[in-house]
């Protein structure tokens, strides 16, 4: 069964604090991939990354990083200096290559930055 | 990049009334499109996995007769949600695989406000 765990439902900080958005997945397949999207109030879904299964290196992309852990199953993602842009809905996903790249999403972190 | 185009970005119908959303793959070929549906403050809900020139495949809890999906061609999928009524309002959203090579990236559609009255 493939499955992803958003435990932090919703998270506010002050702007330029950095923050970590948790995310914990399952599946059995030994291929398989990891995204988190952004979702404005907007409500389109914006693509931040895409972490190959085999593939464990951390990214730093500006002020966002991802930290891959498949020995605890882990893709978290903080955002470093926080800004009010950054509030959003964010989305952690899984995509598993033996069930036709069908998306299990998170129920999603609501990010608010306050000025 | 690739891009995905979603239409209407925001419809609103009568109850009863048909409606159809339209997902294009502007500059990939996409053998494999999704249909998500989103209530608010919820995740995305898979609704149906399309493969080009076949019949969708449908989540659980789905009706294949109220939400019609086609997906004629490699750069197109429609979602038609008939006979509509308001608990159908949602947000809709489209993702395509684009179909080349191991790299399985997916595209998202910007989303589709679905407003029944």
């Known amino acids: 069964a493939q499955k992803v765990t958003q435990a932090q439902t919703e998270i506010s900080v002050v702007e330029k604090e950095d923050v970590t958005l948790d995310c914990v997945y399952e599946?059995?397949?030994?291929?398989?991939?990891l995204f988190w999207y952004k979702q404005p109030p907007s409500g389109e879904l914006v693509f931040l990354i895409r972490?190959?299964?085999?593939?464990?290196q951390n990214e730093i992309s500006g002020r966002y990083s991802w930290n891959f852990q498949k020995s605890t199953s882990s893709f978290n993602f903080t955002i470093t200096a926080s800004q009010v842009v950054d509030s959003a809905v964010y989305f952690c996903?899984?995509?598993?290559?033996?069930?036709?790249?069908?998306?299990?999403f998170g129920t999603g972190t609501s990010l608010t930055v306050i000025p | 990049g690739a891009v995905v185009s979603q239409h209407p970005s925001r419809v609103i119908c009568k109850s009863g009334t048909s409606v159809k959303i339209e997902c294009r793959s502007l500059?990939?070929?996409?053998?494999?499109m999704f249909w998500y549906r989103q209530f608010p403050k919820k995740s995305l809900m898979l609704m149906a996995t399309?493969?080009?020139?076949?019949?969708?495949?449908?989540e659980q809890g789905v009706e294949k007769d109220k939400f019609l999906i086609n997906h004629a061609s490699l750069t197109l999928s429609t979602l038609t949600v008939t006979s509509a009524h308001p608990e159908d309002s949602s947000f809709y959203i489209c993702?395509?695989?684009?179909?080349?090579?191991?790299?399985?990236?997916?595209?998202f559609g910007e989303g589709s406000w679905l407003t029944v009255v």
């Open positions: 993702s395509a695989r684009d179909g080349l090579g191991f790299r399985n990236t997916i595209y």
């Open positions: 599946t059995r397949d030994t291929t398989y991939y």
């Open positions: 972490r190959n299964s085999f593939d464990e």
């Open positions: 996903a899984l995509g598993a290559r033996n069930t036709g790249n069908q998306f299990y």
């Open positions: 500059d990939f070929q996409a053998t494999t």
């Open positions: 399309s493969n080009e020139g076949s019949k969708a495949t449908y």
